[in-house]
């Protein structure tokens, strides 16, 4: 079984930064598509970032220039770098993942628990 754990969340200033990690779990063969998404109260679900296994990256226009989404695949694990925070970036961050698991070649798409982001003074 394949599990998606993120950490890094937290309580911040506006302006300030925080580091989001992800760290898929279990048997894999391997992971293609690594992606953070947000969801604030009473609003949907929207993607932030994502790269794939080439690391080619895209962005929601609101984080251009703000985040910025790496991975490290010998520990399967994504991370989403976030400076010059504003109020609107709260939400809860999730990761999400395309993961094709030991023995099989078809990938499955996994999300991660989520992480609460505040931005307030």
């Known amino acids: 079984q394949v599990q998606l754990v993120e950490s890094g969340g937290g309580l911040v200033q506006p302006g300030g930064s925080l580091r989001l990690s992800c760290a898929a779990s279990?048997?894999?063969?391997?992971?293609?598509?690594m992606r953070w998404f947000r969801q604030a109260p009473g609003k949907q679900r929207d993607m932030v970032a994502s790269?794939?296994?080439?690391?080619?990256?895209n962005y929601a226009d609101s984080v251009k220039g703000r985040f910025t989404i790496s991975r490290d695949n010998a520990k399967n694990t994504v991370y989403l770098q976030m400076n010059s925070l504003k109020p609107e970036d709260t939400a809860v961050y999730y990761c999400?993942?395309?993961?094709?698991?030991?023995?099989?070649?078809?990938?499955?798409?996994?999300w991660g628990q989520g992480t609460q982001v505040t931005v307030s003074s």
């Open positions: 999400n993942a395309d993961v094709a698991p030991s023995g099989s070649r078809s990938y499955v798409n996994y």
């Open positions: 279990g048997s894999i063969f391997s992971i293609n598509y």
């Open positions: 790269i794939a296994a080439g690391s080619a990256t």
